[in-house]
């Protein structure tokens, strides 16, 4: 097992179980040895660049192959993978979930938002991640419909289902004065006046306007039969019901309890088995659970498994999700499992009936207005492009125009002097730096990544290498103490290095 050097990351670590302090020693004498060779006098800035890279190389081809004794799991950080925002439902069951497994394990356990892709980034994330026990993700409704609506690739089997903890059911909310009084009077309005009325809840797509796309479906009713409003979600979709811009919303109930509790809205139907409609039923239910990445050890995830049992049977537990009006749904092993292969098979047939499928390899709609991760480095990279033919144009053009025309060396004269202007070299060579430290950072992690960017950035500006180094290192210090260990924030990781 790969073991990253404990001293740097984390200043804390005697106060955590696994410290080990004859890896200490050797991670600091290799330290030192690395700053005694890149410092020496005598070296020629050239001698001293290929010094440090030789050895950076070998000491982490060393750490990478120092074999680690399998401490016993867990004794560090545990990251619960949330695909959602931070204050949603999905949110606010993850930390109460990691609050608890954090009283359990005596060790920290924290929530790491993902957002973007209608889920599948956090989704992703949680598939990729190094099976030990140390990622879990709180996976959604969404996992049994983004690869039928093209979204991803991505489905239950490409995890270890751990445990469902909660269920949903999806609803139909009308205002209190509305004139329906059964869900019968609604469908009998749609057959006869069909498109007039509109409908919210979430995006187009999105899990509630599937549950009501399944609704119409089920009663024999076309799906277009009301007008769709996209919305953010429920909360901003209950706000234009109250205002009278929409006619119905359909949703969970626990998102709308404080407006039923003031008795503006009430609820015309609960999708659910116990809910009859047209002599049947059709169940529509946003699910939440815990998966682990494929591979983890059986040990592992039976450990994860028993405490998980002991924290959803409690009274705590029954207590927080009867306050926040979340429902309570224990699934685990085979039971779980056939639950997730029941609900891909129920909701493919809905996605494409409601028009969702891919239509030639592209999704037909995105349900989420996050850019996703990779906005901010393509950003970047455009902004490079234009940015260097800025630099590049000024640089040549005014030469070109002071030329004789029939001089056609002219230009080449003009584009290879750009590149032997100091100044003009390192704007481009920084701006690329930091575009290959934001694609490198997924696969080095944050603080390798990190030591390497700042400390050739720092050389670059005119400090010796063993002075850049160190500053690059105490930055890196800094950072972990307040934000890992203070505020506990989860930095990027490496799939090779526990970082």
Not at 95 to 110: K, S, Y
Request: hydrophobic share 45%.
């Amino acid at each position: 097992m790969p073991y990253a050097p404990s001293w740097l990351l984390d200043p804390c670590a005697a106060a955590y179980k696994g410290f080990d302090v004859y890896r200490f020693r050797r991670d600091l004498t290799s330290a030192v040895s690395l700053i005694v060779i890149v410092s020496r006098r005598g070296y020629t800035a050239a001698m001293r660049t290929l010094s440090l890279v030789i050895t950076i190389a070998l000491f982490y081809l060393a750490i990478w192959f120092t074999p680690v004794t399998a401490a016993e799991y867990p004794n560090r950080t545990i990251v619960v993978i949330c695909p959602w925002a931070a204050g949603g439902g999905t949110d606010r069951v993850a930390r109460f979930l990691a609050d608890q497994l954090q009283r359990e394990l005596g060790l920290p356990v924290v929530v790491q938002n993902q957002t973007g892709g209608s889920g599948a980034s956090g989704h992703a994330a949680g598939a990729r991640a190094r099976p030990d026990g140390y990622t879990i993700t709180m996976g959604t409704f969404e996992l049994s419909t983004m690869r039928a609506m093209g979204i991803s690739d991505l489905t239950y089997r490409d995890f270890q289902p751990l445990m469902q903890v909660n269920a949903d059911p999806a609803a139909i909310l009308v205002r209190s004065d509305a004139s329906w009084q059964s869900l019968a009077d609604l469908l009998s309005e749609l057959r006869t006046r069909s498109g007039k009325v509109k409908m919210s809840g979430t995006s187009a797509g999105g899990a509630w306007d599937l549950a009501r796309a399944g609704l119409f479906l089920h009663a024999k009713l076309p799906i277009d039969s009301v007008v769709w409003v996209p919305s953010q979600g429920s909360a901003p979709s209950l706000v234009e019901l109250l205002g009278g811009h929409v006619d119905a919303v359909c949703c969970s109930i626990p998102e709308a309890q404080s407006q039923l509790d003031s008795g503006q809205i009430r609820v015309l139907h609960v999708m659910t088995r116990q809910s009859p409609m047209d002599g049947a039923s059709w169940e529509a239910v946003g699910w939440r659970g815990l998966f682990l990445p494929l591979g983890t050890p059986d040990d592992v995830r039976a450990k994860l498994l028993s405490t998980i049992y002991r924290i959803v049977r409690s009274p705590a537990y029954a207590e927080f999700m009867a306050t926040n009006g979340f429902g309570i749904a224990i699934r685990s092993g085979d039971d779980f499992t056939a639950f997730l292969e029941e609900q891909e098979q129920r909701w493919q047939p809905v996605v494409t009936a409601a028009g969702y499928a891919p239509v030639g390899g592209r999704p037909r709609v995105v349900t989420t207005s996050d850019p996703g991760p990779w906005f901010f480095p393509a950003a970047l990279a455009g902004c490079l492009v234009v940015g260097c033919g800025i630099v590049i144009g000024r640089h040549v053009w005014p030469q070109n125009r002071s030329q004789p025309s029939g001089d056609v060396a002219a230009p080449l004269r003009s584009w290879r002097g750009f590149w032997c202007e100091p100044g003009q070299v390192s704007i481009v060579l920084m701006l690329g730096w930091l575009v290959i430290y934001l694609v490198a950072m997924p696969w080095l992690g944050f603080f390798v990544s990190t030591q390497i960017f700042a400390s050739t950035l720092m050389v670059r500006l005119g400090q010796p290498w063993w002075r850049a180094v160190l500053l690059a290192a105490a930055m890196l210090l800094a950072v972990y103490a307040l934000f890992v260990w203070q505020f506990r924030v989860v930095l990027p990781t490496s799939p090779w290095w526990n970082l």
